[in-house]
């Protein structure tokens, strides 16, 4: 079975800074999918990045990139110029490659200040 | 845009009551799934489903059950409601495998008292 382990409940962050989240995983498949998920205060879950670990070019889009370290099985996302729309709870979340589940970790409250 | 809409957004409801919780998706997804979001736990799966009719218990089906009668709708059933169901439940779907995105519903906040 997979876990996901999200260690900071909560961060804070001003605006136009940096904030980066950790997560770390444990497995034993070698091809596999991870996430990261944005829940704003609306409550709808949206994706915000997807990695294919079999892919070592760590994804980006727009202002958030991820760090994925497969050896320490590691996944943070850095979120850049930090705005008051990013304030949410971020998921970060395991697929198999061959399955169609995802293990989420517990969340990470993320508060951007003015 | 992919919608998946869940039917109730709050519900109340008294232990012991038989309650249905309804999802919609209109992108032709074969997988459905029902999670439960708990502070500080994240989302756990319920149930999913990969096909109509055909169900899979996820890491927490106690206490629920389910119904895909057609490919668009998949309900999640509490047979006897209790306290300790209180929880914000997210429908989402998706296509197949690899990595293929998963999208959610709304949440519907279940109180039951």
């Known amino acids: 079975a997979q876990t996901v382990t999200q260690s900071q409940p909560e961060m804070s962050v001003q605006e136009a800074e940096t904030v980066t989240l950790s997560c770390t995983y444990d497995?034993?498949?070698?091809?596999?999918?991870l996430f990261w998920y944005k829940q704003p205060p609306s409550r709808q879950m949206i994706l915000v990045i997807r990695?294919?670990?079999?892919?070592?070019q760590n994804a980006t889009e727009n202002r958030f990139s991820v760090n994925f370290q497969k050896a320490a099985k590691s996944f943070s996302l850095k979120i850049s110029d930090s705005q008051l729309g990013d304030t949410a709870m971020y998921f970060c979340?395991?697929?198999?490659?061959?399955?169609?589940?995802?293990?989420f970790g517990g969340g990470t409250r993320v508060l951007v200040k003015p | 845009d992919v919608k998946v809409t869940q039917s109730s957004r709050y519900l109340v409801k008294r232990t012991g009551e038989k309650v249905f919780l309804e999802c919609v998706q209109d992108?032709?997804?074969?997988?459905m799934f029902w999670y439960r979001q708990d502070p500080g736990l994240g989302l756990r799966l319920i149930y999913f489903?990969?096909?109509?009719?055909?169900?899979e218990k996820g890491d927490i089906p106690e206490g629920y059950s389910v119904s895909r009668e057609k490919k668009e709708r998949f309900s999640l059933i509490l047979e006897s409601a209790s306290t300790n169901q209180t929880s914000m439940y997210l429908c989402?779907?998706?296509?197949?495998?690899?990595?293929?995105?998963?999208?959610f519903g709304e949440g519907s906040w279940l109180t039951v008292v």
């Open positions: 989402a779907s998706g296509r197949g495998a690899y990595g293929n995105t998963i999208y």
């Open positions: 497995t034993s498949e070698n091809n596999y999918y």
């Open positions: 990695q294919e670990a079999y892919k070592q």
């Open positions: 979340a395991f697929m198999k490659a061959a399955g169609n589940k995802l293990t």
């Open positions: 992108m032709d997804h074969e997988n």
């Open positions: 489903s990969y096909d109509v009719k055909m169900k």
